[in-house]
């Protein structure tokens, strides 16, 4: 497994170096529509939990208006009306996830693993899932296998169990078939809020 997450760090950086140039114009062109619809900066950056609990900086695009969290932190519900037009067309593309391509160059995360959580978050789902943080035994990820079989509609306790499996049995078999479902909930919108 050690040896596969070593692989798996080059081919992480490999594609995100690859794919930087393209990932930067599409966000730029994103960047103008949000900025059209709302005010504000288009790019959102928001503290999460990653491997071993150690907390980094997250970017992504603003989905959401600007005071969207104006009373406080909350989970993003499906036709969420703080979710801006532009932003509805962002999350069902997962265009408003590119920049995590920094996240990946960086270290602090994967292309594929658990969804990192903001720290809030994991202190609530503890309360009712003692082993929440089993899943902060290895990078997060952009897309996961939580993501490809249900993503937001999963609860968080439906979603560990998708993360743990994963943990489970990563693979370079499992993150071909991730990418592989990836795309397609790309192109369907499936899962998205």
């Not at 990078?139 to 306790?157: C, F, H, M």
Request: charged content about 25%.
């Amino acid at each position: 497994m050690c040896a596969y997450r070593i692989i798996k760090r080059g081919i992480d950086f490999f594609i995100s170096i690859v794919l930087l140039i393209p990932v930067m114009l599409i966000c730029s062109i994103s960047a103008l529509f949000i900025i059209l619809e709302t005010k504000g900066n288009p790019l959102y950056i928001q503290e999460r939990v990653g491997l071993n609990g150690k907390k980094f900086k997250i970017y992504k695009l603003r989905s959401m208006y600007s005071d969207a969290e104006k009373d406080g932190y909350q989970w993003a519900m499906k036709n969420d009306v703080r979710i801006t037009k532009v932003g509805q067309f962002l999350r069902k593309s997962r265009i408003d996830e590119l920049p995590q391509l920094i996240n990946i160059i960086k270290g602090d995360m994967a292309i594929i693993g658990p969804r990192p959580e903001r720290p809030e978050f994991i202190e609530e789902f503890l309360q009712e899932i003692p082993d929440f943080n089993d899943r902060i035994t290895i990078k997060p990820g952009i897309t996961g296998w939580a993501q490809v079989n249900g993503g937001y509609e999963l609860s968080p306790k439906e979603k560990l169990k998708y993360d743990k499996y994963y943990i489970e049995h990563e693979s370079l078999k499992l993150d071909i078939l991730i990418w592989i479902k990836t795309v397609q909930v790309v192109f369907t919108g499936d899962g998205s809020r």
